[in-house]
């Protein structure tokens, strides 16, 4: 995970050095100032480090309130959709080449609610430079613990049943036919375990073409359960209580002045 979060703060202090050498390199007059009474409405997937390459889904919305400082800061308001996984998940072939996590017996995600403030240091000069502004949200996380079900041949003659996966009683591997799938009886048996989040992110305006825009946004995020979910048999190995990941967001949306 460390070397991931690395990563991600390299490209930030990257791009930060180049927006940076810019600004003191340009020679042409500075334009005029424009409003910063805009808001701006955009989508997103997002990958981190206790997750996939795909680690979910972000919707965003951010409208100018007043300066800080003498930067304009901005209303932070977004809402997370992200799966969690354990750092010992590892996927087994089965004897007929599917595959399966050996010891999962439940998913776990996470829909975060955030509310922050969005404050601007290097805006865009229009539709050229790079934007970077820093992020600081939190608010309530809805833990989702859904089972993990895998395909199972109870007999041993090819009659495949559908159960939630338990090591201490699905022990014949050869028997497993693989995982279900993710959307296997998907509101099935849910649990809620609601907990607490909060992140520090460092926002990436790139280059915009009229309203549209595109961005990233890299940081680090801590989360709290208020029980520890189970994502693999506990019998097997320990849960956490409490996660932190460095991630990536890659957005898109519009930028609208208000009326």
């Known amino acids: 995970m460390a070397s991931v979060i690395v990563?991600?703060?390299?490209i930030f202090f990257v791009l930060f050095s180049i927006s940076t050498f810019a600004?003191?390199?340009?020679?042409?007059?500075?334009?005029?100032k424009t409003s910063e009474d805009y808001k701006m409405l955009a989508y997103g997937a997002t990958t981190n480090t206790n997750s996939g390459l795909l680690g979910g889904v972000v919707v965003r919305h951010s409208s100018a309130v007043g300066s800080m400082k003498g930067h304009p800061l901005h209303r932070y308001i977004a809402v997370e959709a992200?799966?969690?996984?354990?750092?010992?998940e590892k996927s087994e072939p089965t004897s007929i080449a599917n595959r399966f996590i050996y010891g999962k017996t439940n998913y776990l995600f996470s829909v975060r609610p955030q509310y922050g403030r969005e404050i601007v240091?290097?805006?865009?000069?229009?539709?050229?430079?790079?934007?970077?502004s820093l992020i600081v949200a939190g608010g309530p996380s809805i833990g989702i613990q859904k089972p993990y079900y895998i395909k199972y041949d109870r007999t041993g003659r090819g009659q495949i049943e559908v159960v939630q996966y338990d090591p201490n009683i699905h022990k014949e591997l050869n028997r497993i036919q693989g995982s279900a799938g993710i959307w296997q009886d998907f509101f099935k048996n849910m649990q809620l375990n609601p907990g607490v989040h909060f992140k520090v992110a460092a926002n990436i305006d790139m280059n915009t073409f009229g309203n549209s825009l595109t961005g990233f946004e890299i940081g680090l995020t801590a989360e709290a359960?208020?029980?520890?979910?189970?994502?693999?048999?506990?019998?097997?190995t320990q849960n956490s209580q409490f996660y932190t990941s460095g991630f990536l967001t890659v957005y898109f949306g519009n930028r609208k002045q208000k009326k």
């Open 23 to 32: 600004q003191r390199k340009a020679t042409t007059p500075a334009p005029k």
């Open 225 to 236: 359960f208020s029980k520890k979910p189970e994502i693999m048999s506990s019998q097997l």
């Open 7 to 10: 990563r991600f703060l390299s």
């Open 121 to 132: 240091y290097f805006k865009k000069n229009g539709e050229d430079g790079i934007g970077i």
């Open 82 to 88: 992200i799966n969690i996984k354990h750092p010992k």
